[in-house]
Structures are given as C-alpha cells and as structure tokens.
C-alpha cells in the first residue's frame, strides 16, 4: 500500500529532504519541499528561506494550511490559516527572505529570544512585514489592519493603509475591503508583539480577515488573494523599497 508522504513525522520528512538532496539537486528539492511543508497540518515546522534581499523580511508566525484552525501553542492558538501561501509568493516576487512559522508550539513573535525572532535579528532587516489573519469577531471582515506597533510610528503603518487602499480600488473583487493604518483606531496594534514594537527595524502587521484567505468551499485560498497578493507587492515596492 502506498504512503503519502505528506503525513509523515517530521524526523521522516528530514530524511526524505537528504535523500532527494543527494539524488535530484538542491535546488529542485527546496521547490517541492517547501511547496508540501506549508500544505502539512500537524508538523511543528520553521520555515526560513533566505533569498536575494536581506533588507526587507516577510513574515507569517501563526500559519496553517486552510481547514486547521487550531495551533498546538497555549499561547495562540488561533492559527492565521493560509497565511504563509501569501507571504511567501510575496517573498518569492520581490526575492525578499522570509521566515514561516507553520503550526508552531511556541508563539514565535512575542518572545526575542525565539528562534524565529532571532533570525529575523541575524538578518538586520530594515523592514519586517508580517502577514496575519483575524477572524472577523473582534472587527469587520471587510477591515485589513496594518500597524507599526506604536503610536511613535503611526506615520509609517497610514502610509502603507493609504497606498494598499489605492490598489485595492483598482479590483472590483477588493474595493470593498478598507484598509486602515491610524494606530489610534486599530482593536490589533501590535503592542503585545516583540517583533513588531523592535526599534532596530521599521515593521508592519498586516492583519488579514478570513475571506481574503479562505474560500469556504474548500479552505483553500480564495480568487481574491492572488490580486490582494499584487497589491501588497506594488505597496511594498514603492513604500519599502
């Protein structure tokens, strides 16, 4: 009877890393492993691709493929589903680095002492972005919040709102969404969160609502995302970059 190799442990999917290392190039293997890590749902599993630019990193600390809603960490577990796909086709258009924490046991971005608020810090980025998802009960589902973590910043994160807004208004299937960067009026600031209150970089939480990351048919990511994802690439580029 054949496997599937999507369900096993993580020590076996090691092994099968080195072993399509040795036969088929390193470069092949990073592309299908990668592609399958995000799809799996219960290894615990930090995903950090370091690409061309060091300068600005993409971050996604509470994914999970679509479907699972829960991480296996006390400390959150709401898991922001779907959220890694989107960081990382960002990360793979601009080559920017990027580190993905897939169904963590840790909160991996309220602590510096992680290992995924450590390598952001070995990178020394200018900026870090970091893709979230809200579940639409706290604030509407048509709200995307982006904060800088500090009122001190709040230039920053309205600034980035503004630009997203106009891209956004270019797509019939987004014009609906707002999105909103005054500090002042955002219920997810960021204060809590030790990467994105760092002053040794400008950072951003973009908090994302479920329907612009799950199509409820099949809990995989929605036609929507793949316009939203070219908006936050043209935001990045002319904000960050």
Known sequence: MKKNWLNFPKQQLKRCLKFFTATLGFRLTRI?????????????????EERERKDIVIGAPHHSVGGVKNLPCVEHPNADENSGFIARHIAEALKISSII???????????????????????????????????AKSISDNLIEITAGSLTRNDFSQLFASNLQ??????????????????RKLYFQGTKSATITDERWKPL?????????????????????????????????????
């Open 32 to 48: 299908i492993m990668t592609e399958q890590i995000l799809f799996l749902e219960t290894p615990s599993i930090l995903l950090t």
């Open 101 to 135: 924490a897939c169904n963590y046991r840790v909160d991996p971005n309220k602590n510096l002492r992680t290992d995924y608020s450590m390598q952001i810090a070995q990178w020394a980025p200018k900026y870090l972005i970091e893709i979230h998802g809200h579940g």
């Open 205 to 241: 939480q973009i908090e994302l609502p479920p329907s612009l990351r799950l199509n409820p048919v099949n809990n995989k990511l929605p036609k929507s995302a793949s316009n939203l994802t070219k908006c936050l690439i043209e935001s990045i580029t002319e904000v960050c970059i």
């Open 166 to 183: 106009t891209k956004l208004s270019s797509y019939e299937e987004l014009n609906k969404y707002v999105a909103l960067g005054d500090f």
